[in-house]
Every structure is written in C-alpha cells, then in structure tokens.
T-cell receptor, first 114, second 113 residues
C-alpha cells in the first residue's frame, strides 16, 4: 500500500522568506501527487497536482512543486511567503491510473511571522 | 451549488446514538468520496461512489459505518451506535469524473460524548 510522509510537523518562516515543504511517498510506480491547503474552519483546497509530464508543476497562490522520481519526493515551494499562507498543508498520493482513493500525509502546519 | 456542502457542520451526540451525515456534491460531479480526519492527522479514505454505485468501501472501519448515494447525487454517511473513538472531522469530496481532481467540502465535526 502507498504511504506519504511529511517529515515536518510545524514550520515557521518570516513573511517574504522562501518556503519548502517536504513530501515523500512510498509506492511501486509513479502515483498521482497532490498538495492541498487547509485553513482554519475551511475545507481542503487543491494547490496543485501532478499526473504526468513536466515534473515542475505550477499551482495557485504562487506555489510550485517538483516531482523527483529518484527521491520519491514531491516538495512544495514558494519563493516569497505571505502572512495569509499560514495554514496546514497536506501532501496526498493516488494510485497510478486512479485518483479515487487518496492517501494523505499527516500535514505540515505553517506559521508566518511578520 | 458553488461547492461541496456538508450538513450538519457540527454534531454532538451521545455514545450509542446513530448519526447521519449529509454531503451535497458540486452539481454535475459524478464521483463522491468520504474521508475521516482525526485531530492532528491527514484525511483517511473511507469510501467512494461513482454515480450511485459504491465502488470501494475498504476504508470503512467496521460494520457500524455505512454510506449510500441512492440517486447519484446527495450522499449520506451513517454511523450506528456511535462510540467516542468515532469523534473526528468527516469530510466529503466530489469530482467531475472518476479519478479527476477532488474538491472537498468544509466537513462535519462529530463529537461523541
């Protein structure tokens, strides 16, 4: 069965600083990969996804992620963090050929200091 | 509607009671998914439907949990004889087609006393 690891439970960055959130997965083939963001009291919002093709994917709100097959990673990045980016971020994987049953990581809580 | 809606948003019940959680998907979305999210954890898959057919219920914890989507639109997740360990956020998502991007609702926070 596939699994997802988000090694950082909590990260604090200053506003304007760059951000990288780590995500590693365990699966025998290339899965479908997703990053979602959850703000307090809100549902999960999709930031970006990777199904195939270009390994650098652009998402909403200035986020991007890079799929690295050799490292089984799909890290999320943003060059300059805004205070409104403070939220919880979840990486998720779906089996190749289907995104119907997503497996989520435990999440990384991002705090932004002014 | 504009997004996935879930009701109630909050549910407090006593141990042993049955609860029904409702999910109204985005109009036109044929696939619907249920997840459960414990505090400090990521969502955990429960079950999903394609139209009215329940395709996979491997994530349902035990036979107290059931779900239906009789007309291929609104879905209900029912938990019978609730236990304290059932307390969690229950999230519903829908997608235009199977394996398409899942859009999540705000969730129902269930508390079992």
């Amino acid at each position: 069965a596939q699994s997802v690891t988000q090694p950082d439970i909590h990260i604090t960055v200053s506003e304007g600083a760059s951000l990288e959130l780590r995500c590693n997965y365990s699966y025998g083939a290339t899965p479908y990969l997703f990053w979602y963001v959850q703000s307090p009291g809100q549902g999960l919002q999709l930031l970006l996804k990777y199904f195939s093709g270009d390994t650098l994917v652009q998402g909403i709100k200035g986020f991007e992620a890079e799929f690295k097959r050799s490292q089984s990673s799909f890290n999320l990045r943003k060059p300059s963090v805004h205070w409104s980016d403070a939220a919880e971020y979840f990486c998720a994987v779906g089996l190749t050929g289907t995104a119907s049953k997503l497996t989520f990581g435990t999440g990384t809580r991002l705090q932004v200091t002014l | 509607g504009a997004g996935v809606s879930q009701s109630p948003r909050y549910k407090v019940t006593k141990r042993g009671q049955d609860v029904a959680l409702r999910c109204d998907p985005i109009s036109g979305h044929v696939s619907l998914y249920w997840y459960r999210q414990a505090l400090g954890q990521g969502p955990e898959f429960l079950t999903y439907f394609n139209y009215e057919a329940q395709q996979d219920k491997s994530g349902l914890p035990n036979d107290r949990f059931s779900a239906e989507r009789p007309e291929g639109s609104i879905s209900t997740l029912t938990i019978q004889r609730t236990e304290q360990r059932d307390s969690a956020m229950y999230r519903c998502a829908s997608s235009l087609e199977l394996s398409d991007t899942q859009y999540f609702g705000p969730g129902t926070r269930l508390t079992v006393l």
